[in-house]
C-alpha cells in the first residue's frame, strides 16, 4: 500500500518553516533588511525515496523605509 501526502498540507508547513528561517536569519543580521527575491522548490520521487530541490535568493541590504518585498 502507497503512503498518501496532503501535499498542500506540506506547502504551508514549508512556507511556515521557510518563515520561521527568514526571521531567525534577520535576527543574525539585525542591522540588515532580509527580503525574498524568489524561492522555489521541486519535489521528485524515486523508488523508495522522494528528492526535495529547494532554491532560495535573498535580498540582504542595510535598513531602509519601505517594503523590501517589493523589490525585485
Known sequence: ????????????????????????FSELVKDLQVG?????????SQKDKL????AVKLIIK???KGDISETK
Open 1 to 24: 500500500m502507497e503512503h498518501e501526502v496532503d501535499v498542500n498540507k506540506k506547502v504551508s508547513e514549508f512556507k511556515s518553516a521557510f518563515s520561521e528561517f527568514k526571521k531567525n
Open 36 to 44: 525574498v527575491n524568489d524561492w522555489g522548490f521541486s519535489l521528485e
Open 51 to 54: 528528492v526535495v530541490d529547494i
Open 62 to 64: 542595510h535598513e531602509e
